[in-house]
Structures are given as C-alpha cells and as structure tokens.
C-alpha cells in the first residue's frame, strides 16, 4: 500500500489521526502548516459526522481549471448519508509519497460531464 492509498483509506474512514500520522512534518499542505492543514481537515470531518455520515466514498478525477491545476489527478469524497462532498488533489513523486494535498473548486470526476451534480461542498478554507 503506497502513502496515497493509506491517505485515501483514512479520509473514507474520516480518521485525522491517522492522516495526521502520515502526512510529513516539515511539509505544507494546501499552502499551510501541517498543523493548520489537520486541524481545518478534521473540522471537515466533524461537519461530515454531524450530517450522519459514517464513512465517505470516493471517485477519482481530475482538475478542469486551465487557470489553476488543471489536469492534476484526485478525488471527490463523498458523505454515505448526507451527500457532502469535498474534492481534494493528492499530489504525489512516482513513488507514490505524497507531497501535497489540496482542495480544487473545479474537480470533475472520470466519466462526468460536469462539477455541478453534488448538493454542497464542504471546504477546508471557509471563505
């Protein structure tokens, strides 16, 4: 299981801990302290909790921006219950280790026609 796959595995299971254990320290994330990028992710969680989620899904995609990220590769979580959703690029090296993690406002998932669909976002940065 690559660092990715793990990442993946924790935010379905809506686990901060264990995604505080394997993102790197000295690193940021989303332009933030990892501390900072933890603390706003678990309030993420919370939201997805509060709503009655239990476990999210997930579908991958990719970025649609040409002014932004466009073509980077993640995906979209989604609540079992409430239907949030929140899209997050995982930024990798080919060996799988992950070097960022980030939100994207203009994610489409592979087979969709447009990034509409869902009912809301939930973001890290609340703007």
Not at 17 to 40: A, C, P, S
């Amino acid at each position: 299981m690559t660092q990715e796959d793990a990442i993946i595995l924790f935010i379905k299971q809506l686990d901060i801990d264990m995604i505080n254990t394997l993102l790197d320290e000295g690193r940021t994330y989303q332009d933030m302290k990892k501390e900072i990028f933890i603390r706003k992710l678990g309030y993420v969680f919370d939201e997805f909790l509060n709503s009655g989620d239990t476990e999210l899904t997930y579908k991958p995609g990719k970025c649609e921006a040409p002014m932004c990220n466009y073509q980077c590769r993640g995906y979209s979580f989604t609540g079992n219950t409430s239907g949030k959703h929140i899209d997050l690029i995982i930024e990798k090296e080919t060996n799988g280790k992950v070097i960022d993690v980030y939100e994207c406002k203009f994610f489409l998932c592979d087979g969709e026609e447009n990034t509409t669909k869902y009912q809301s976002r939930v973001r890290i940065d609340r703007e």
